[in-house]
């Protein structure tokens, strides 16, 4: 028997010890709305009806939090990240792991998420900075407070969006629904359990820092997946085309004897590049997931 919709919410989180934040968040938040939609419901349809048969009739058509919390360990196998990392210890060689990073869709997911950091990066950091220096100033005004409470809930909706990106590029559990938020609190009560919840300001943290790190991401990943490509290329370019390569603004042919070279030292960086963009994509997801999950 359970006396509140946060009791029960309090034994499915216990039951759920062990599993992925992102998981627990996202049982937590479905069982939330599930419970308070249906105690809506029922409480509206059978006006007679005390809050306690109530809860306990919707907590018994919902299921036990032990089951439930089976289901979702059950769904969470079926439904893991397509660039989760494999649990099975791979046993082969240091070279062959080193070669076959090329065809590792990890690395080239995280790659990829190192290019496109630069764009999501500023937009993040903008949308940030703009909605803080304009929301702050007008909360002395009636206004302000319904602007302010538009750009937190942009905030949380970017977070959510983001969080799905790390999750596809990255192969990171992140949550996959909006958190719930019960409509009887009233506006102010949103308000202020946007204001007090601490995922909201970490939120806005990760924005702003990913504006940095996007820049840094897509300098790292250009700078050596070009030069990279352009020691591979140098033997053609230059033989077939007659291109030289330029340094330091003057244009410099390379030696004959040592084109063969350039392709050898290219590949090698190439894969470096795409071990070093494999690490960072794993100390990404590691601080996405620490910056926008609720503990």
């Known amino acids: 028997m359970y006396n509140s919709i946060e009791e029960f919410l309090l034994k499915l989180k ?16 479905d069982a939330e709305e599930h419970l308070r939609t249906a105690l809506e419901n029922l409480k509206s349809s059978e006006q007679d ?19 439930i919390a089976t289901d979702y360990k059950k769904l969470e196998v079926r439904f893991k990240p397509v660039l989760a990392p494999s649990p099975d210890a791979d046993k082969s060689p240091w070279w062959k ?17 190192m290019f496109i950091s630069i764009i999501t990066g500023m937009i993040y950091g903008i949308w940030v900075i703009c909605g803080l220096s304009f929301s702050l100033p007008m909360l002395i005004f009636i206004i302000g407070l319904p ?11 970017i977070a959510l ?8 590029l990255l192969g ?20 202020k359990a946007l204001v007090t919840a601490g995922i909201t300001w970490k939120a ?31 033997p053609v370019l230059e033989l077939i085309f007659h291109l030289p390569m330029e340094i330091a603004g003057h244009n410099a042919y390379t030696p004959k004897w040592f084109l063969p070279l350039l392709p050898v030292a290219g590949a090698l960086l ?9 690490l960072i994509g794993h100390w990404h997801g590691r601080f996405a997931k620490l910056m926008l999950v609720r503990k």
């Open 204 to 234: 806005i943290a990760y924005m702003l820092l990913q504006m940095a790190l996007g820049i840094f991401y897509f300098t790292l990943i250009l700078c050596f997946i070009s030069v990279s490509l352009s020691l591979i290329a140098a």
């Open 97 to 113: 792991k080193f070669v076959m990073v090329i065809t590792d869709p990890r690395a080239w997911g995280a790659a990829l998420y």
């Open 49 to 67: 009806i005390t809050e306690a048969e109530a809860l306990s009739q919707v907590i018994e058509n919902y299921g036990e939090s032990a089951e």
């Open 14 to 29: 216990r039951d759920l010890k062990g599993c992925d934040k992102a998981l627990i968040q996202d049982a937590l938040t």
């Open 270 to 278: 190439l894969l470096s590049t795409l071990h070093l963009a494999k």
């Open 147 to 157: 602007l302010a409470g538009f750009f937190l809930l942009s905030v949380r909706g």
């Open 172 to 191: 990171v559990r992140m949550p996959r629904k909006p958190m719930f938020m019960s409509k009887d609190r009233g506006w102010w009560g949103k308000f």
């Open 161 to 168: 969006m983001e969080g799905r990106i790390v999750e596809a």
